[in-house]
């Protein structure tokens, strides 16, 4: 921690420099939502390049070939992501509407299960205001898929923000 208060300045600097990003994609929903997709390509990409290596690398192992073909198709994922920026948003802003109403049902489940229990109302709420996101996002498809994924990127960078600012202040403080 005594490392970390002398770096204070990095904090406070790193956190604007999060804000300003969050608010720069926020200013363009479109091209922040088009780098998030080509982020995430990319990341396929590079995640099946390493498999197949890795595949190779073990290549005695009797689970070769189905680690290589996982890599293969991970890396065939990551590049119709990139070479197809549009058809992925949509098909990535279904699953994301998909799986918040998931999430939001099953902390709605496991409040009923707690039901009595100290806090549940919270666990309740959670569930609630999450699947109600994840329906708003699913009922706004296929035309959310333009700028969802890029305000949930400038919303993250924001937030993050914030929090390295903050963190940063109070390293500053502690000295």
């Not at 498809?141 to 993250?156: A, E, F, H």
Request: glycine fraction near 14%; charge should be positive; include cysteine.
């Amino acid at each position: 921690m005594t490392e970390a208060r002398g770096k204070w300045g990095w904090f406070v600097a790193l956190g604007i420099l999060f804000i300003v990003l969050g608010f720069g994609a926020l200013s363009n929903l479109l091209l922040a939502t088009i780098a998030t997709i080509f982020y995430i390509g990319v990341l396929m990409i590079i995640a099946g390049a390493f498999q197949i290596v890795h595949a190779f690398r073990v290549k005695n192992w009797r689970g070769f070939f189905l680690w290589g073909l996982g890599g293969f198709f991970y890396a065939a994922a990551g590049t119709t992501i990139v070479l197809d920026p549009a058809i992925a948003s949509l098909v990535l802003t279904l699953i994301l509407a998909v799986c918040t109403i998931a999430s939001g049902v099953m902390r709605l489940l496991l409040s009923f299960r707690a039901k009595g229990d100290r806090g549940w109302g919270w666990l309740f709420a959670s569930g609630l205001l999450t699947a109600i996101a994840g329906l708003a996002f699913l009922l706004g498809w296929p035309l959310n898929s333009l700028w969802l994924l890029g305000l949930l990127l400038s919303i993250d960078l924001v937030f993050q923000g914030c929090t390295l600012l903050g963190l940063g202040l109070q390293l500053r403080g502690t000295r």
